[in-house]
């Protein structure tokens, strides 16, 4: 059973757009929600995270929202540019560390 | 400051073999997890541990085996290598905080083929 489910598997997206990324969750006790950005070859590395008692943090370009009824939270990259080509990962962390990850999205910003 | 050191880089191992993945990091980090990526599957948690000598199962725990005498190392062993268990490995630690959760750093990953 998948705790953390992602969507979309892919993305394509014209440069300036934005890239849209979704995730929910089932387990209440999650209390973390970061976002990994991964290019080839290489470890993810932590983009943004938010805890459950906001529903929007902004970091420059890179916005997570969180509904906490819904157990839902996304990722918005405004002005996409083709460097953030790359595969995005949410995850869910509960008391203890444990983080599940989501399936990942591949995102290519077209230039 | 080397962060997160896995090794190696690459392996290949006949199924049956046994085999120890490295990871050390260098940041005095409590927690330390071991994590395998499949095309389409994400990252899924096999291992973790909250502390010199604590650890506990993750989403996919069985084959794998790991221990930690120390803080900064956090080996994964392969019992008995299988077909399956291609994927490649990453390692990842982290500080425990009382008010907030801290970034997971990743190590480079171990990409493992068993044939």
């Known amino acids: 059973q998948q705790q953390v489910k992602q969507s979309p598997q892919s993305l394509i997206v014209q440069k300036g757009g934005i890239s849209i990324i979704n995730c929910a969750y089932e387990n209440t006790a999650f209390d973390y929600f970061p976002w990994y950005q991964q290019f080839p070859g290489k470890g993810p590395a932590l983009l943004i995270a938010?805890?459950?008692?906001?529903s929007e943090k902004k970091e420059g370009r890179f916005t997570i929202s969180f509904n906490k009824s819904a157990k839902q939270f996304s990722l918005h990259i405004m002005d996409s540019q083709p460097g953030d080509s790359a595969t995005y990962f949410c995850?869910?962390?509960?008391?203890?560390?444990?983080?599940?990850f989501g399936a990942g999205t591949r995102l290519f910003v077209k230039a | 400051n080397a962060g997160v050191t896995q090794t190696p880089k690459f392996q290949v191992l006949k199924t049956g073999q046994s085999m120890t993945l490295q990871c050390a990091q260098d940041m005095n980090h409590e927690y330390m997890s071991w994590y395998r990526q499949d095309p389409g599957m994400g990252l899924r948690l096999i291992h973790y541990s909250v502390g010199a000598g604590i650890t506990d199962q993750g989403e996919v725990p069985n084959g794998y085996n790991v221990s930690r005498s120390t803080t900064e190392d956090f080996p994964l062993r392969l019992l008995s290598a299988a077909p399956s268990q291609t994927s490649v490995y990453f390692c990842a630690s982290s500080y425990r905080r009382t008010d907030r959760r801290s970034e997971a750093f990743f190590g480079q990953g171990t990409r493992l083929t068993v044939v």
């Open positions: 995850a869910a962390g509960e008391e203890g560390f444990k983080t599940i």
């Open positions: 938010i805890r459950p008692d906001v």
